[in-house]
């Protein structure tokens, strides 16, 4: 594997990215699309370890700052505005990779929703959806879905501690009662907004698509939330990590990553 630096435009910015060479001249590649302000390195480096893995596994690997983000000029467009940038990146890499036949783009968080608002327009053979962000806004609520609350207090309610601290007065009980009251809340019947434009640019994409869940992170959970949850797509491992951080995880994503390109 080698490492290489690429620079092209986008509506009038100049774009950095990052292209991996496999050794063996792969021809599926992988397009890494940052989320939120997130450089191409990922948090912890863990897009350019993931790269350099992925790379050495037989799959070039490009990686990019969006416009007003990291090494790349221009204003940042947030997630939302974001389809030239993916649609630049996308060109440059198979430029710089020509012969890159298929191309799997994976994103976390916002690029996740990104790819699934625009992939319908795009050169893309699969997508790999990590996390997806589902909140109209770049901030997320202060309040934990249903889901994780229910899951927070089934796990109190099987802890013979907690059970004693209810019965000896420990629990304030007006805050459990609110908390029990979040738990029983259901989700909508109809989602709205991006929730809404996620499905429907989903839909229209034809190609392969994996959605990765990390289960303890709150993202996933709200995800899950408005998500039909007997979609066959979706995959979970066990992780509170919004990034697949610990050990794991990180091999899982790995794992469910190559599977993808072999699948495209």
């Given at each position: ?35 939120g ?9 863990g ?11 037989g ?16 204003e ?11 649609a630049?990146a996308?060109a ?8 890159v036949?298929?191309?799997v783009a994976?994103g976390?968080?916002d690029?996740?929703?990104a ?21 109209d ?7 934990m879905?249903?889901s ?16 004693w601290?209810?019965l ?19 989700a909508?019947s109809?989602?709205e907004g ?7 640019g ?18 996933a ?9 007997g979609?066959?797509r ?13 050990g794991?995880?990180r091999?899982w ?12």
């Amino acid at each position: 594997m080698n490492r290489r630096h690429v620079t092209f435009a986008c509506e009038g910015a100049t774009l950095i990215g990052t292209l991996d060479i496999a050794a063996a001249s792969g021809q599926t590649g992988i397009l890494i699309v940052s989320g939120g302000n997130e450089l191409r390195s990922g948090a912890w480096s863990g897009q350019a370890q993931l790269a350099a893995r992925l790379a050495d596994a037989g799959f070039p690997t490009f990686r990019y700052d969006r416009r007003g983000v990291g090494d790349s000029t221009g204003e940042n467009p947030t997630f939302r505005h974001s389809a030239p940038d993916i649609a630049a990146a996308l060109a440059a890499f198979r430029a710089a990779a020509p012969h890159v036949s298929r191309v799997v783009a994976f994103g976390n968080c916002d690029a996740a929703a990104a790819l699934m608002l625009f992939a319908p327009g795009l050169s893309l053979d699969g997508l790999v959806l990590a996390n997806p962000w589902t909140i109209d806004g770049e901030e997320a609520p202060q309040t934990m879905p249903a889901s994780a609350i229910r899951s927070r207090y089934m796990a109190k309610l099987t802890n013979p501690r907690e059970v004693w601290r209810l019965l000896t007065g420990g629990v304030n009980l007006a805050k459990l009662v609110k908390g029990l009251r979040s738990a029983a809340t259901t989700a909508g019947s109809a989602p709205e907004g991006l929730v809404a434009e996620m499905q429907t640019g989903l839909a229209a994409f034809d190609g392969t698509v994996a959605i990765l869940l990390a289960s303890g992170d709150r993202t996933a959970q709200m995800f899950a939330e408005c998500w039909d949850a007997g979609d066959p797509r979706i995959a979970r491992v066990e992780s509170a990590s919004h990034s697949f951080s610990d050990g794991v995880a990180r091999e899982w994503l790995f794992a469910r990553l190559v599977e993808a390109m072999r699948a495209a």
